[in-house]
């Protein structure tokens, strides 16, 4: 079998008919025979795409073709088309949804008015100068966080990134207004939109971690200032940076440490997804969120 890849990019670029370009990347990727999610708005291209390597390479050639994409990086990882179900091209209001598209402002550069981009080592450059002052920001969703973040990292009260704007204007955060405070996210295109809109709101000294997450812990693993483990939005749910990574998360049933993200078995009426340990997760009275109509109905099941 050949080998194959799975391609993750993004690029903030202006795109006058993102219609036109959704069509030319949907024939593109079926040409090619890749699969995978690719989001076009007015303001860029955000795809996850599998495919045997060589169809990928060519990918990334033609794609480039594209003066707003010519300098895109594109992440290769471990994987290939059979990781997702289908192909998906579509164009959307946002390429990462903050509820935000009347106040993005992107031009030939990128987003105008984002955070100073740290690449990891300016990071560490940053708190060796500033010490406590640096303040770590979660830009993902609170339960990303349950399992790993930057150590002492504020993480907002969030389920989705449409919380975003919400949870900044709520005064809750507006002691950090005048520190420097260093969003983070996982590949870094959340932080992209999220240190626009902090900047607009009176946040004074904002920078976003440059490759986000992933960047990071190819740099320092569990070496640095990050603690736990990655999620991630694939199949394998979450990844480690080596194996000495602290165990941050616990089974919300009975307390012990896990790391593993369970859909609560009450699929009808509940959608969460749970952390829970091995042991709970494997008898189904106990595999589910916590809530009494979940656990009735666990029960129930289990009965039956
Ligand atoms: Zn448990
Ligand atoms: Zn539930």
Known sequence: MALSK???YYTFTPIADPTAV???QRDLCESLGLKGRIIISEHGINGTVGGEMAACKKYVRKTREYPGF????FKWSEGGAEDFPKLSVKVRDEIVSFGARGELKVDENGVV???QHLKPGEVHELVEKRGEDVVFFDGRNA???QIGKFRDAVVPDVDTTHDFIAELESGKYDWMKDKPVVSYCTGGIRCEVLSSLMKNRGF????????????????YGNQGLWEGSLYVFDKRMHVEFGEDAAELGHCVLCGNPSNTFVNC???DTCRRQVLLCDDCSSHIATSHCGRPDCAA???ELAAS
């Open 6 to 8: 799975i391609l993750l």
């Open 22 to 24: 959704m069509l030319w």
């Open 70 to 73: 010519k300098g895109m990086e």
């Open 113 to 115: 008015g984002g955070g």
């Open 143 to 145: 339960m990303e966080a």
């Open 204 to 219: 004074s000294e904002v920078y976003q971690l440059d490759g986000g997450i992933v960047r990071y812990g190819e740099k």
């Open 265 to 267: 078995v009450n699929e």
């Open 297 to 299: 109905v666990a029960a």
